[in-house]
């Protein structure tokens, strides 16, 4: 019995080896958008798969790719690429999609609305198998807010005419009292809750009586205390230049607008030289009087040493300073009495002018 055993368990040993021997094929590696739902685990040699793209994706050729298992286990290449379907992103959110105008199949717009709008219409929309959207973009609309009441010896205007019952988010209006009295806040709106602020108080405002200014005065105004909306105007002594409303108004606050403020003029501190003032070029003596109001520019002549031509740089007058450029040299008086004509304001202009330098120390009326 024992020799029949032996050859028994090497007959099952050959056997075994003869199977496994056999290659096989695995399940395909495939790329991105290729259908895989009927691709089987294992291949026997000489099958073959025919791939094509699933739905929502195009094939890079029209005709269908084949694959074959190989005797050494492996697959044959394929070079089939499967794309995604673009769906066109709306016309109105193209400002947001950073300069595309396409979304691949299964993508996904999230809408939302900004505060003080309520959407109407779907929050998402995602980009179907066939080029299209699953939901087109909602509206925004608007919340709508109550009439607002006016204030008890009052009246409301409204900034633009209001129809039926409601009026809408962000629309405004100003609260008025019957004079002389003045509402304890001037402004409402419809706010993005939909609510509207309770009406004002109306009461008796008086400001005190309006202040001088420097270098300035008021004018044709009753030196008094003043009523809400009173006003009174002001203006700059000669030479000096208003910087801010003229008028001012008494508010609600029982307070005054805010005052201007009168600007003193500059003198032009050389001595000698040549400057570009008023669409002019001057000599500094004919400067005639020394002064150059607020706000005005003055160029001086600096020299390009490498270069050996001049360059106008600009100051400008701010309330009684003008900085010099610090590349400016006032010349010396043999120069500039006997070689006038070697001064960086008569030479060759420069064909381009060296960066602004900054400005030396200011120099005030």
């Known amino acids: 019995m024992a020799p029949t055993l032996v050859l028994l368990l090497l007959s099952q040993v050959a056997l075994y080896t003869t199977v496994t021997s056999k290659k096989v ?15 089987k685990r294992v291949y026997e040699v000489g099958e073959e798969v025919g791939l094509t793209c699933e739905q929502g994706y195009l094939p890079s050729t029209a005709t269908p ?33 950073k300069g ?52 008890r010896d009052g009246k ?24 002389p009295k003045a509402p304890s806040y001037e402004r409402g709106s419809c706010k993005a809750d939909g609510s509207v602020p309770e009406p004002p108080v109306c009461q008796e405002v ?14 044709f105004a009753v030196m008094r205390p003043h009523g809400y ?22 508010k609600n606050t029982g307070n005054w607008s805010s005052q201007p403020v009168c600007r003193a003029p500059c003198t032009v501190g050389i001595k000698r030289g040549r400057i570009f003032y008023n669409a002019r070029k001057l000599w500094i003596a004919d400067l005639k009087p020394n002064r150059v109001l607020h706000g005005e520019h003055v160029a001086f002549y600096c020299l390009n040493k490498a270069d050996r031509c001049g360059y106008p740089v600009a100051s400008t007058c701010n309330d009684g300073i003008l900085p010099l450029p610090e590349c400016f040299e006032e010349p010396g008086k043999v120069v500039y009495t006997l070689k006038p004509k070697t001064l960086p304001s008569e030479i060759a202009m420069c064909t381009a002018s060296p960066p602004a330098s900054p400005t ?6």
Not at 124 to 134: K, M, N, Q, Y
Not at 230 to 248: F, M, T
Request: charged letters at 20%; one cysteine or more.
């Open 100 to 151: 595309r105008t396409e979304a691949p199949f299964k993508s996904v717009l999230n809408f939302t609305c900004d505060d003080g709008y309520v959407m109407q219409g779907a929050n998402e929309s995602r980009c179907l198998h066939d080029g299209t959207w699953s939901n087109q973009p909602p509206l925004c609309k608007a919340v709508n807010c109550p009439i607002p009441r006016p204030p």
């Open 229 to 250: 909306k009173e006003k009174v105007k002001y203006a700059c002594n000669e030479h000096y230049v208003l910087d801010g409303e003229a008028e001012i108004q008494c």
């Open 360 to 365: 030396s120390p200011a120099r005030s009326a």
């Open 206 to 219: 008086s400001c005190p009586i309006p202040a001088r200014i420097p270098n300035g005065f008021i004018t």
């Open 156 to 179: 409301i205007v409204h900034d633009r005419q209001v129809t039926g019952t409601n009026t809408i988010f962000g629309q405004g209006w100003t609260y008025e009292c019957n004079s």
């Open 65 to 97: 790719r084949r694959m074959t298992c190989t005797a050494t286990g492996a697959w044959t290449q394929s070079d089939l690429t499967c794309s995604p379907k673009m769906c066109p992103i709306p016309k109105p959110l193209q400002p947001l999609a």
């Open 25 to 39: 094929c695995g399940r395909p590696s495939v790329t991105d958008g290729i259908d895989e739902l009927a691709l």
